[in-house]
């Protein structure tokens, strides 16, 4: 099973020291990411894979912005196989959103 | 440049939404999470230079969006992959495209790109050289070319010339917006330069004619990307 490692080096970065915008994003994130997960476990549950795809194309962006580059790749790979109705790579992208709702979980 | 940002996630729309703050000369006049709630703004409203568009929207895409418009406005795309790369540059309108995540430095050229747009769709006119500031009811001829730097003193601007300073009771920001981009940079929140006069600039600090003005950090990208450098 591969490890990821989510970062904030992006939100930092975007926040040069702003520390309200900093909170403001990480709640924007946190929420939407939330939301996103449980729609896509919707739409793959009911095997809308079609909408799934989306959901996943959506995710990609918060991916990138908490540095997981290779669960980046393989989100892009998951999205054109949902596309497909290819449900292969499902456990590994439920990998991916449990390291992100983790590590967000714990952030402030 | 007024702008408006299309997205249907708003942690696009808030990172973008950032990353204007950083240009005096480029406003957020609204945020839109659908383009058909963006197109009956723009139907109402035609004073809008630039749309942050994101490509991959439910219902109707950023390519949709753009071909319903009669007379779009400049666009930059916003996406997470560049699989569209080449579709994009197929509509004249199109300046740019940024892959998601936006990095400060992509974003410092989409807005250099914007500039030069801009710009070039303006009817040709002659070039202001000069403009008029009031001092003691009297107008005086400013030509751009003596202005060395213009610092900002709370209700009041000190312009900085080459054999005098002239005090003028106006903001920083309005006097900058009479400026022509191309020559006047803002350097600090305090701080305008002309940027033909800058002798050297060593780490945060610009030297012009003997006087030393603070670069911010925020504005270093910037102003390294606007001058000249081998």
């Given amino acids: ?11 930092d970065d975007m926040s040069e020291g702003d520390e309200s915008f900093r909170q403001n994003l990480l709640k924007i994130i946190k929420s939407e990411f939330l939301d996103e997960k449980e729609a896509y476990l919707n739409y793959f549950k009911n095997e809308n894979y079609m909408d799934s795809a989306r959901l996943v194309h959506k995710l990609l962006h918060k ?5 997981l580059g290779e669960a980046h790749k393989l989100g892009k790979i998951h999205e054109e196989a949902l596309k497909e109705s290819s449900t292969k790579f499902h456990l590994d992208f439920i990998e991916i959103m449990n390291a992100m709702s983790n590590f967000l979980e714990n952030e402030n | 440049m007024k702008c408006i940002i299309i997205d249907d996630e708003a942690t696009a729309r808030a990172i973008i939404s950032k990353l204007c703050q950083g240009y005096e000369n480029l406003s957020v006049v609204e945020e839109f999470d659908n383009a058909i709630a963006a197109m009956k703004f723009l139907n109402k409203n035609n004073n809008v230079d630039v749309v942050f568009l994101d490509i991959h929207m439910p219902d109707f895409t950023g390519f949709d969006f753009i071909e319903s418009l009669p007379n779009p406005p400049k666009i930059v795309l916003t996406t997470s992959d560049d699989k569209f790369a080449i579709e994009a540059f197929e509509y ?11 990095s400060q430095l992509r974003f410092i050229k989409a807005v250099n790109k914007l500039e030069n747009a801009l710009k070039n769709s303006l009817p040709a006119t002659q070039e202001q050289e ?17 202005i060395l730097l213009i610092q900002a003193k ?3 601007v000190k312009i900085q010339l080459e054999d005098e300073s002239l005090v003028v009771h106006t903001t920083l920001k309005n006097l900058t917006e009479k400026l022509p981009s191309n020559l006047f940079f803002q ?17 945060n600090t610009i030297y012009i004619a003997g006087t030393h003005v603070r ?10 990307n606007l001058i000249n450098i081998i």
């Fill in chain 2, 215 to 224: 670069l911010s950090k925020l504005s270093r990208p910037k102003l390294m």
């Fill in chain 2, 154 to 156: 709370g209700d009041y």
């Fill in chain 1, 63 to 67: 991916i990138a912005i908490l540095g």
């Fill in chain 1, 1 to 11: 099973m591969k490890k990821y490692y989510p970062n904030l080096d992006y939100v």
């Fill in chain 2, 92 to 102: 004249d309108c199109i300046v740019d495209y940024l892959t998601k995540p936006i």
């Fill in chain 2, 130 to 146: 000069y403009l008029f500031v009031n001092i003691n009811k009297r107008l005086i001829k400013l030509n751009f070319d003596k």
């Fill in chain 2, 187 to 203: 350097v600090h929140r305090s701080y305008v330069v002309n940027l033909k006069k800058i002798d050297s600039i060593e780490e």
